[in-house]
C-alpha cells in the first residue's frame, strides 16, 4: 500500500545580502538603513545597520504563498529607509526614504537556481534623491509540513492541535541599537480568499491541492504600522478572486504545443492569457476523436474509415489491448466547407480484402456544437452495426463527434482533410521553443609542470577548446618561467551552450607549436555542467585545477574507453556561464528579443503581440525546380522571440486559407515579428531529406504598431533569386499589439539600454559576436530539425538572415542610396539656404533677415525657436505617416534593377563554383570599385591633414599667414561687441548677388593652398 502523498507549503525566500552607495540621510553624512519587504500583503523587515552607506545585512526573510500558481503575476516590493531614532537630526518625525525595487513574480527562481542580483533603487516620485542598489536572492521552495502541522481534516483520527505557543522575542545585541516600532515582524496571518471559478473543464490544471489552510487571524491582536511603511490593506486580498481555468500542455488551446519539460503544480509557469481567437475567420471542422473498441472478432490490423460527404479518412492501425480491445485514440478533423448529414464510421480489417467489423452511422444534424471555452466532450460507447449472415459483427467502439473551429484545442494534433494521409507527420501545425542558450566564458590562466621536448627553444604552447562545432585557440603565452614550469595567457575564449549542459563537455587540449607540427602536451575533459552560473559582473567566479592527462588518453575517450592515466602537468581554468548577455541569433537590426539569458534579469512584459495568419494568394504554380508535384503545399511559420510556431499544410491549393491565431509576451517593443511562407516539399520524402522551399517573408516591427488596434493587410511576399526577384504571391496577415503597461512606463523604455547590462560593462567584439551567432544559428537549427515535425534548416537559415553578411554587389549600392537619403534633409537645407542667398524669392529672405536680427539681438531664443520648428515638422509629417505596417520594399533594396551578372555573384558560395575567368573579371570588377573607395578616402585624409596644416608649420608663410589673421580676429571681437559681428557677418553672408564675386572666396582659396601628405606617398 503506498503512502499518501506529503503535505507541502510553498514559500518565497528572499535574502537581503548588501547596498551599496546609499544616500546620506542622517545629517551627518551617513544613514542607519533598513530594508522593509513586502509580498502579498505580508510585511518584513531587517535588522538597522548603524551608520553605514554601504551596509550589510545577510538576513533571510520567508513568506508563505497562498497560491503558487498566480505567483508570476504578484510583485515583491523592496524598500529601504534610514531609521530615525539612529543619528537621524532631532525632530525626524519619520524615516527617511532611501530607495525601493519592484519585482515582478516571472523574475522569481526555483531553490538551486538563484543568483545574487544587485539591483538599481528606484525613487518614489519625481522629487526624490536616490541612488545606490541592492543585493538580493530571491527564490521559492515547497517545504514538507511536519505531523503537527499538517491540515486539519487530512487525518480523521488526529486530534485537534493545540494553539501555538508564544514566544518572546531574542535579545538584541547591545552593539545594534533597539529595534523602532517598525522593526516588529509585521506578518499578519493570510486572510481567506473567496476564489470562483468560471468554467470547469474536464481537463484543468489542479492549483496547489495540498494548500494548508490559512491560520485563523487573531482578533485580539493589533499590529501598528509606522507612518512610512504603513499601507492601507487593499480590498483585493478579500474579494473574488477570479481564477481563469487552463489546460496541460496536451490541450493547449488553439494550434500551439508548448514545448519543454514537465512540471508539478507547485512550480512556476509563466503562462500567457487565453487566446480570444478574434482576429481569424472561424472555420467550421466536423471533429472525430475515436478512442478505442471492444469486442471484435479477431483480425490483423485493425483501422477505422471515417466518411463524410467528399472526405474519407483511414486511422493508423490500432495498437493491440488485448482480447479484441484495439486502440487508436486519434482525432480527425472534416471541413464543413461543403455539409453533408451523414457521418459514417466503420471499423475494417488489416488483411487484402478489408474485412467490415461494423459500423456507425451519425446524423450530423444532431451533432453537439463546442464553443470555447467549453470542455472536451466526453466520448460514449456505441453499438458496431451492419455486416452479414456469414460474418456477424459484434464489438462496440468508443467516439466523440462533435462541430467545433480551429480554436478547439483538439485541432492542432489532428488529422486533417486538407493533408495527405501519407504526409500527416510533416503537415500539423506545432509551436516550437529555441533552446535556451548561455554564452560560456573559460579564462585560460596558466599551466603548470608541462612536459616540454627542449628548454632552449622559444616557446609557443597554446591551449584549444573544443566544445561540440566549436574550437577557439589562445595566442602565445604572455609570460613564461624561467625553468618553463608556469606559463600564463590570461585569455578569454567564448562559447555557446545550451540546455541541457549534461549532455556536453568540453574538451581542452594543450598544444605545442613551436615545430612544424602540433605535439599534444596533454589534455582534459571538462564537463559543462562543472561551470558556475554567473548573472552579475561583480560576482566572482573561482578559478580551478585540471589535471592533464595523455593525449592517447583522449583517442580513448573518444571512442568509448575508459579514461586515462598519467600525470601531464594541470591548467588553471576559470569557467562560467554568463547569464547576464542576451544570445544573438537574429541580426541586430530585426532582432526579436533582447532579453538576458537568466530569468530572474527579466523585466515584466509591456504588451502581448497576436497574430492572425489568415491565407494567402496568388502563390506560384510550382515550388521550384525539384519540386515533386506542380501545386503548391503551403505553410506559414512565424518567429517572435524564442517561440517559433507553424501552421498546418493546405495541400494542393494555390489561395490556401489557415486562419490560426498566435500570441507571444513583448517584453520590448522595438523588436521585430519575422512571418515567411514555404512550399512543404517533405511530405513527399519518406525520409525528410528534401528541402522546403521558400517563398517570402514579411517582417513587422512591432514599435510601428497602436496599441490596440487591428491591422488586416495584405503583404507582398518577394523572393529574390539568380533569376531576378519575383512576386511569389501576397499573405494576408492580421496584427494586433496589446500594450498593457502605462504610458510612462512605455515612454521610459526608450530611454533605456535596448541589450542587457553585461553588454556595455563587459562588452564583446564585433567580429566574436558574428562568430557566436553563426555558432548559435547552428544550434537553434539542429535542435528545431529534432522536433516533430521537424523544422527544417533551410527554413530556420531564411528566418534568421544566415546570408546577411555575405558580399553583395546590391546590397551595397542600398546602403549607399539610403546614405544618401539620410543626407536629402541636409541637401535641402543647403539648398535652401542657396537660395535665400541668392535672392530667389525676396519676401522670403526679407523675413530670414528679420529673424535673424531677433534671434542675434536675443540668443536665449535660439534652442526654443529650433525646437518648435521641429516639433512643427513633426506634425506636418504626421500626414504622411504609414496607415498600415509595410512589408518588403524592392526599390529599397535595389532588387528591380539589378544586373543577371550581379545576382550571379550573389548567389555565388564561398569559396566561389564558378570558372576561372569568371572569378578574375569579378575580381577586376572590385578592383575598379575598390580604387574608387580609396580615392575617396584619400580626399577626406587630405583635408584632415590641411586643418593640421594652419599650425604644423609645413608651409611658414601659412602658417604666419593664419597666426595673423587669429590675431586681428581676436582684437576685433575684443573690441566690437559680439552681437554687432553677428549681425555683420550674417548680413555679409545674405548679402545680394550683385555684391557678390563669382569667383571662389578667399578663405577657400587659402585653405585649398595648404599642403596635404599626399606628396609623400609611394
Not at 345 to 373: H, K, M, N
Not at 394 to 412: C, H, K, L, N, Y
Not at 705 to 723: A, C, D, F, I, K
Not at 975 to 1004: E, T
Request: neutral net charge.
Amino acid at each position: 500500500m503506498t503512502s499518501p502523498p506529503a503535505h507541502t507549503v510553498s514559500k518565497l525566500a528572499v535574502e537581503v545580502v548588501d547596498a551599496r552607495d546609499l544616500v546620506p540621510k542622517d545629517g551627518h553624512g551617513t544613514s542607519s538603513p533598513f530594508v522593509v519587504v513586502e509580498f502579498d500583503g505580508h510585511r518584513k523587515r531587517t535588522h538597522t545597520v548603524a551608520r553605514d552607506l554601504n551596509p550589510q545585512w545577510n538576513e533571510r526573510l520567508e513568506f508563505v504563498v497562498a497560491n503558487p500558481a498566480s505567483m508570476v503575476t504578484q510583485e515583491l516590493d523592496v524598500e529601504v529607509y534610514n531609521d530615525k531614532r539612529m543619528g537621524s537630526p532631532s525632530g525626524a518625525r519619520k524615516n527617511h526614504f532611501l530607495g525601493r525595487v519592484r519585482i515582478c513574480g516571472s523574475q522569481f527562481a526555483r531553490q538551486g537556481e538563484e543568483a545574487l542580483i544587485y539591483f538599481p533603487l528606484e525613487r518614489r516620485s519625481l522629487l526624490s534623491w536616490i541612488r545606490g542598489e541592492i543585493g538580493l536572492k530571491v527564490y521559492y521552495y515547497d517545504e514538507p509540513l511536519s505531523e503537527e502541522a499538517k491540515p486539519v481534516g487530512s487525518d480523521p483520527n488526529q486530534a485537534p492541535a493545540p494553539p501555538p505557543s508564544t514566544e518572546e522575542p531574542k535579545d538584541v545585541p547591545p552593539d545594534v541599537p533597539a529595534p523602532t516600532e517598525a522593526a516588529i515582524d509585521t506578518q499578519s496571518p493570510p486572510l481567506v480568499s473567496v476564489v470562483v471559478v468560471e468554467k470547469t473543464p474536464v481537463q484543468t490544471a489542479q492549483v496547489n491541492a495540498n494548500m494548508v489552510p490559512p491560520p485563523s487571524p487573531d482578533p485580539t491582536t493589533v499590529e501598528a504600522y509606522p507612518p512610512e511603511v504603513r499601507k492601507m490593506q487593499t480590498p483585493a486580498c478579500t474579494e473574488r478572486d477570479r481564477v481563469f481555468s487552463r489546460r496541460f500542455i496536451g490541450g493547449a488551446c488553439g494550434p500551439r504545443v508548448l514545448s519543454g519539460r514537465f512540471v508539478d503544480c507547485n512550480e512556476l509557469v509563466d503562462r500567457p492569457p487565453l487566446a480570444t481567437y478574434d482576429l481569424v475567420e472561424p472555420m467550421q471542422y466536423l471533429f472525430v476523436r475515436v478512442v478505442k473498441a471492444r469486442g471484435l472478432r479477431p483480425c490483423e490490423s485493425p483501422h477505422v474509415k471515417i466518411q463524410a460527404g467528399p472526405h474519407t479518412r483511414r486511422s493508423l492501425p490500432g495498437r493491440d489491448g488485448g482480447a479484441g480491445s484495439p486502440e487508436w485514440s486519434q482525432v480527425f478533423a472534416l471541413s464543413q466547407c461543403k455539409p453533408d448529414s451523414r457521418l459514417e464510421i466503420s471499423v475494417r480489417g488489416g488483411g487484402p480484402g478489408e474485412a467490415f467489423l461494423g459500423g456507425v452511422c451519425f446524423d450530423l444534424t444532431d451533432v453537439p456544437v463546442r464553443d470555447q471555452p467549453d470542455g472536451p466532450l466526453a466520448p460514449q460507447w456505441y453499438r458496431l452495426e451492419g455486416g452479414r449472415d456469414d460474418a456477424p459483427v459484434t464489438g462496440d467502439i468508443m467516439v466523440a463527434v462533435w462541430i467545433g473551429t480551429q480554436a478547439d484545442e483538439s485541432f492542432a494534433e489532428a488529422w486533417n482533410a486538407d493533408a495527405t494521409y501519407v504526409s500527416y507527420t510533416y503537415t500539423r501545425s506545432k509551436v516550437y521553443q529555441s533552446p535556451k542558450m548561455w554564452y560560456l566564458r573559460a579564462t585560460v590562466i596558466e599551466a603548470q609542470d608541462l612536459r616540454l621536448a627542449a628548454a632552449t627553444r622559444p616557446y609557443d604552447v597554446r591551449v584549444k577548446i573544443q566544445l561540440g562545432i566549436q574550437a577557439l585557440c589562445t595566442r602565445r603565452p604572455t609570460a613564461v618561467s624561467s625553468s618553463a614550469s608556469s606559463i600564463s595567457w590570461m585569455e578569454d575564449l567564448m562559447f555557446v551552450a545550451s540546455e541541457p549542459f549534461s549532455n556536453h563537455e568540453m574538451i581542452v587540449q594543450v598544444e605545442d607549436r613551436a615545430t612544424k607540427e602540433p605535439v599534444m602536451l596533454g589534455h582534459a575533459v571538462v564537463p559543462v555542467a562543472s561551470a558556475e552560473q554567473r548573472l552579475d559582473e561583480r560576482q566572482a567566479v573561482a578559478s580551478r585545477w585540471f589535471n592533464l592527462e595523455e593525449a592517447a588518453a583522449l583517442a580513448g575517450c573518444r571512442c568509448g574507453g575508459g579514461p586515462g592515466g598519467g600525470y601531464y602537468g594541470r591548467l588553471n581554468l576559470r569557467l562560467c556561464l554568463e547569464g547576464g548577455y542576451h544570445v544573438m541569433d537574429e541580426a541586430a537590426h530585426v532582432c526579436s528579443d533582447f532579453r538576458p539569458t537568466a530569468k530572474q534579469l527579466w523585466k515584466p512584459a509591456v504588451g502581448v503581440l497576436e497574430l492572425g495568419i489568415l491565407g494567402a494568394r496568388g502563390l506560384p504554380i510550382k515550388g521550384g525546380e525539384e519540386a515533386a508535384t506542380s501545386s503548391t503545399n503551403a505553410y506559414c511559420v512565424a518567429k517572435y522571440g524564442k517561440k517559433w510556431v507553424r501552421t498546418r499544410t493546405v495541400a494542393d491549393s494555390f489561395d490556401p486559407r489557415w486562419n490560426e491565431q498566435y500570441m507571444w509576451q513583448v517584453y520590448d517593443p522595438c523588436t521585430v515579428l519575422t512571418v515567411g511562407v514555404f512550399d512543404n516539399c517533405r511530405m513527399f520524402d519518406a525520409a525528410g531529406d528534401r528541402p522546403d522551399y521558400r517563398i517570402g517573408k514579411v517582417r513587422i516591427r512591432v514599435s510601428t504598431l497602436e496599441s490596440n488596434r487591428v491591422y488586416t493587410t495584405w503583404y507582398p511576399m518577394l523572393h529574390l533569386q539568380p533569376s531576378g526577384v519575383m512576386k511569389m504571391g501576397e499573405v494576408q496577415l492580421a496584427i494586433r499589439f496589446a500594450c498593457s503597461a502605462p504610458f510612462p512606463d512605455t515612454w521610459a523604455m526608450y530611454a533605456q539600454p535596448m541589450l542587457p547590462r553585461m553588454h556595455y560593462l563587459r562588452p564583446i567584439a564585433v567580429w566574436k559576436q558574428e562568430v557566436l551567432r553563426a555558432w548559435a544559428i547552428r544550434m537553434v537549427a539542429e535542435w528545431l530539425e529534432q522536433s516533430e515535425p521537424p523544422l527544417g534548416q533551410e527554413v530556420v537559415h531564411y528566418m534568421l538572415d544566415v546570408d546577411t553578411q555575405s558580399w553583395s554587389i546590391r546590397r551595397s549600392r542600398a546602403n549607399w542610396f539610403r546614405v544618401l537619403c539620410v543626407l536629402a534633409w541636409a541637401f535641402g537645407l543647403a539648398r535652401w539656404v542657396d537660395d535665400i542667398r541668392r535672392w530667389r524669392n525676396p519676401t522670403t529672405t526679407v523675413l530670414v533677415h528679420v529673424l535673424y536680427l531677433v534671434l542675434v539681438w536675443y540668443p536665449e531664443l535660439v534652442v526654443p525657436t529650433a525646437s518648435l520648428y521641429l516639433s512643427l515638422i513633426g506634425i506636418w509629417y504626421c500626414r504622411f505617416r504609414p496607415r498600415v505596417p509595410t512589408g518588403m520594399d524592392m526599390g529599397l533594396s535595389q532588387a528591380n534593377m539589378v544586373a543577371a551578372n550581379d545576382l550571379d555573384e550573389e548567389f555565388d558560395p564561398v569559396p566561389s563554383t564558378k570558372p576561372a575567368e569568371v572569378v578574375r573579371a569579378r575580381y577586376d570588377r572590385l578592383r575598379k570599385m575598390a580604387a574608387q573607395a580609396q580615392r575617396l578616402l584619400g580626399d577626406f585624409a587630405a583635408q584632415g591633414e590641411r586643418v593640421q596644416a594652419l599650425v604644423s608649420w609645413r608651409d611658414p608663410r601659412a602658417t604666419r599667414l593664419f597666426i595673423v589673421a587669429c590675431l586681428v580676429v581676436a582684437l576685433v571681437l575684443y573690441v566690437v561687441p559680439h552681437k554687432m559681428v553677428a549681425v555683420g557677418l550674417g548680413f555679409y553672408f545674405l548679402r545680394h548677388p550683385m555684391f557678390r564675386d563669382p569667383m571662389p572666396p578667399a578663405s577657400l582659396n587659402f585653405f585649398r593652398r595648404l599642403p596635404s601628405l599626399t606628396d609623400r606617398m609611394l
